[in-house]
């Protein structure tokens, strides 16, 4: 015999309620099953359980609320498909390009012109120019030929003495003695030269390699801007 039965069959520690007195039970304690449950709260013999008695029944998505869903490999919050990422190399193209190649010019114009580009003028046809007295200032041109031959004359028509750093550099330099309007006359004209500080020929060689950077620089951001478009279209 069962340690929790007593010698006449019933429960050592409570009383065997039928069916019908679970349920009348559970109706005085607001415990009442659904309609079409067995005591306990559990489905009739024979019947399936409901959806709304069902533990593995999936919650309904409530109108309005978000739809939950899962990202895949490679696909991006925006919902476009493309990852974020793509677009970094088409950036860092255009950092290169746009801004370090620019700085890396603009480095190397000042180191060779004594870090100075406001007292610059470009000379027009009539090469009319303004100085300050005892101010050293270079004449620059686009090519060797551009330079050659030239004369600068002060604000009273006297010639003023130029000099050549070395021979086919598009170069030359003059101090002028007094401060006033002066004269630059060029056999292939004057249209397109440039007036402004002398060179450091010291740094020029810094100034160079600073130039091509930039050059090299701005080239390689164009091909990694390329590439950086076409894989963000993929």
Known sequence: MAAYETDDGEPRYGKRLSPEELAAYLREQGMEPPTGTGSGGRPAAGQAPTSA??????????????????????????????????????????VLMLVIAPLLLLTGALTALGGSLTRSAT????????LESGTTAGLYGTSATAVTGCTVTDPDGAAVNLDAPEAGVPYATFTPARSGAYTVTCPAGTAGLVVGPPMNLDRVPLAAVLILGA???????????VIGLARARR
Do not use: C
Not at 123 to 130: K, N, R, T
């Open 215 to 225: 050059g090299a620089v701005g080239f390689s951001g164009l091909i990694v801007t």
């Open 53 to 94: 008695n069902d533990p593995h029944r999936r919650r309904p998505i409530e109108a309005g609320g978000p739809v939950p869903t899962r990202l895949g490999a490679g696909t991006s919050a925006t919902g476009t498909g493309r990852p974020a990422h793509r677009w970094r190399t088409f950036g860092v193209g255009l």
């Open 123 to 130: 000379l027009g046809e009539d090469g009319v120019v303004y």
